[in-house]
């Protein structure tokens, strides 16, 4: 007498169907190839064995699509992922993304990588294929598309970017969290804030942080590369919150125990040394200034850094940084930023020179002198032959220092002072900003606001200026 269950109408895999063992048929490969990290193939010339007359579950061959539970599992992400590898190895992706992104972000250890990396995408753990994807979504550059005004992702590049986030919070759901994870999703976070993602990056520093947390990488006991790697969420943290604008970031009133920075360079292709430690230590001065802005734009003195300790780093990156380079590093753009904060209420004339005790970095001779000398270091890319290095060291952050350069010169033509200077330095901003957004987005997503504040009358002045 039939039972009355249904009957598998798939064939067992060649290799178990060979070795006489026992198959679960999972698709694409089965349970046993799995663990035994062998290939899984199905013969499908076979006749399917014979299905039983009281069988209510459809055949499902080769071709079919895999169930949704196979999908949302471990195992069903990291097939995924390796489905997009299929043309390349685990060392040609570390590759490409030490010779670019790790030259101005370095928060894995190249060489701790390297000594663990596997041959085949088949040893590649989940979290480390995950990481493998957040590296190569970095190193593409987006072919923009004009969408009402703003550039947004090309679709290809946006579904590689949608379905990262998806499976990165499916496995965040099934309890995963790992150094290997969490590197993959700062760098996810990186991506949103260099194309301009928003209000993405805003959410994902936060789940970034907490996920940070519960690892306890800032604790002073743990290794270097846990250090650079909390470093490099602090960095992403502060940019993130200077964007918010009046809104501090998350780890703006916490205090944290972080290990010195290493005693020689780097292992890195920078062009200038300490470049990251540097950028860490920039990063804090931006976040010292923004939490010393008070709602109304101004600010309290007292809680910004001492100007004498600004001068000091600001020498450190004249001797380190040589003015061809200052494009290329990160340091001297966010530390600049943080100095045009300072300056975005003087624009108007909200300070006077002949305030008692003002300090030299704070006055208005000061501040054209830093205006100066920025368009002077973007010019060169616009108006001559000189070209940007996109590909190696061109760190996202000289676009927040354009920006704000251009809303400085935005506001003094909204005012009347619509000088010849003045007029030709936002031109150079504009024109290194919409250089720069062939790689990164936000430059256009930056572009985008000036041109809000731009009248037909400022536009005309524009055009017209040689």
């Given at each position: 007498?039939?039972?009355?269950?249904?009957?598998?109408?798939?064939?067992?895999?060649?290799?178990c169907?060979?070795?006489?063992?026992?198959?679960?048929?999972?698709?694409?490969?089965?349970g046993?190839?799995?663990?035994l990290?062998?290939?899984?193939?199905?013969?499908?010339s076979?006749?399917?064995?014979?299905?039983?007359?009281?069988?209510?579950?459809?055949?499902?061959?080769?071709?079919?699509?895999?169930?949704?539970?196979?999908?949302l599992?471990e195992?069903?992400?990291k097939?995924?992922?390796?489905?997009?590898?299929?043309?390349t190895?685990?060392?040609?992706?570390?590759?490409g993304?030490?010779?670019?992104?790790?030259t101005w972000?370095?928060?894995?250890?190249?060489?701790?990588?390297?000594?663990?990396?596997?041959?085949?995408?088949?040893?590649?753990?989940?979290?480390m294929?995950?990481?493998?994807?957040?590296?190569?979504?970095?190193r593409q550059?987006?072919?923009?598309?004009?969408?009402?005004?703003?550039r947004?992702?090309?679709?290809?590049?946006?579904s590689?970017?949608l379905?990262?986030?998806?499976?990165?919070?499916?496995?965040?759901?099934?309890?995963m969290?790992?150094?290997?994870?969490?590197h993959?999703?700062?760098?996810?976070?990186?991506?949103?804030?260099?194309?301009?993602i928003?209000?993405?990056?805003?959410i994902?520093?936060?789940?970034?942080?907490?996920?940070a947390d519960?690892?306890?990488?800032?604790?002073?006991?743990?290794?270097?590369?846990?250090s650079e790697?909390?470093?490099?969420?602090?960095?992403?943290?502060?940019?993130?919150?200077?964007?918010?604008?009046h809104?501090?970031?998350?780890?703006?009133?916490?205090?944290?125990?972080?290990?010195q920075?290493?005693?020689?360079?780097?292992?890195t292709?920078s062009?200038?040394?300490?470049a990251?430690?540097?950028?860490f230590e920039?990063?804090?001065?931006?976040?010292?200034?923004?939490k010393?802005?008070?709602?109304?734009?101004?600010?309290?003195l007292?809680?910004?850094?001492h100007p004498?300790?600004?001068?000091s780093?600001?020498?450190?990156?004249?001797?380190?940084?040589?003015?061809?380079?200052?494009?290329?590093?990160g340091s001297?753009a966010?530390?600049?930023?943080?100095?045009?904060?300072?300056h975005?209420k003087?624009?108007?004339?909200?300070?006077?020179d002949s305030?008692?005790?003002i300090?030299?970095?704070?006055?208005?001779?000061?501040?054209?002198?830093?205006?100066?000398?920025?368009?002077?270091?973007v010019?060169?890319?616009?108006?001559?032959?000189?070209?940007l290095?996109?590909?190696?060291f061109l760190?996202?952050?000289?676009?927040?220092?354009a920006?704000?350069?251009?809303t400085?010169?935005?506001?003094?033509?909204?005012?009347?002072n619509?000088?010849?200077?003045?007029?030709?330095?936002?031109k150079s901003?504009?024109?290194?900003?919409k250089?720069?957004s062939?790689?990164?987005?936000?430059?256009?997503?930056?572009?985008?606001?000036i041109?809000?504040?731009?009248?037909?009358r400022?536009?005309?002045?524009l055009?017209?200026?040689?």
């Amino acid at each position: 007498m039939e039972s009355g269950k249904s009957k598998d109408t798939r064939q067992a895999c060649a290799r178990c169907r060979t070795q006489k063992r026992k198959c679960d048929k999972g698709l694409p490969k089965c349970g046993l190839c799995i663990r035994l990290k062998r290939a899984c193939t199905y013969d499908t010339s076979l006749p399917p064995p014979e299905k039983s007359p009281d069988s209510s579950e459809p055949s499902r061959g080769l071709n079919s699509e895999p169930p949704a539970s196979f999908l949302l599992s471990e195992e069903g992400i990291k097939a995924a992922t390796m489905r997009r590898f299929s043309e390349t190895t685990p060392e040609d992706v570390a590759t490409g993304y030490y010779g670019s992104i790790q030259t101005w972000f370095p928060i894995i250890s190249f060489s701790e990588l390297c000594a663990r990396l596997p041959r085949t995408w088949e040893q590649v753990s989940t979290d480390m294929c995950l990481l493998f994807m957040s590296m190569s979504l970095l190193r593409q550059v987006p072919e923009t598309q004009i969408m009402g005004g703003n550039r947004r992702l090309p679709k290809a590049l946006e579904s590689s970017y949608l379905s990262l986030k998806s499976w990165i919070a499916i496995l965040e759901g099934r309890g995963m969290n790992s150094l290997d994870f969490l590197h993959a999703k700062a760098l996810l976070v990186l991506f949103e804030v260099v194309h301009g993602i928003f209000p993405a990056a805003y959410i994902s520093i936060g789940a970034l942080f907490q996920a940070a947390d519960a690892l306890h990488i800032y604790n002073s006991s743990q290794t270097n590369d846990y250090s650079e790697t909390w470093r490099g969420i602090l960095i992403l943290d502060r940019c993130i919150a200077v964007d918010k604008k009046h809104y501090p970031s998350i780890s703006s009133y916490r205090t944290f125990t972080i290990l010195q920075p290493h005693p020689s360079p780097p292992e890195t292709p920078s062009p200038t040394p300490f470049a990251f430690s540097r950028l860490f230590e920039a990063s804090d001065i931006l976040s010292a200034i923004h939490k010393a802005e008070k709602p109304d734009g101004s600010f309290i003195l007292s809680d910004i850094p001492h100007p004498t300790t600004l001068d000091s780093f600001k020498k450190k990156l004249e001797e380190e940084v040589p003015h061809e380079l200052k494009v290329y590093s990160g340091s001297w753009a966010i530390f600049n930023t943080a100095l045009l904060l300072l300056h975005e209420k003087d624009r108007q004339g909200d300070v006077r020179d002949s305030d008692v005790l003002i300090p030299r970095i704070l006055s208005r001779a000061y501040r054209e002198e830093m205006l100066s000398d920025i368009v002077n270091v973007v010019r060169p890319f616009v108006e001559e032959d000189s070209v940007l290095n996109f590909e190696l060291f061109l760190p996202p952050f000289i676009t927040y220092l354009a920006y704000k350069c251009a809303t400085i010169f935005t506001a003094r033509l909204q005012i009347g002072n619509m000088t010849l200077p003045s007029i030709k330095m936002l031109k150079s901003m504009r024109g290194f900003l919409k250089l720069v957004s062939g790689r990164w987005l936000i430059a256009a997503y930056f572009l985008h606001m000036i041109d809000e504040d731009t009248t037909p009358r400022m536009a005309k002045a524009l055009s017209e200026t040689k």
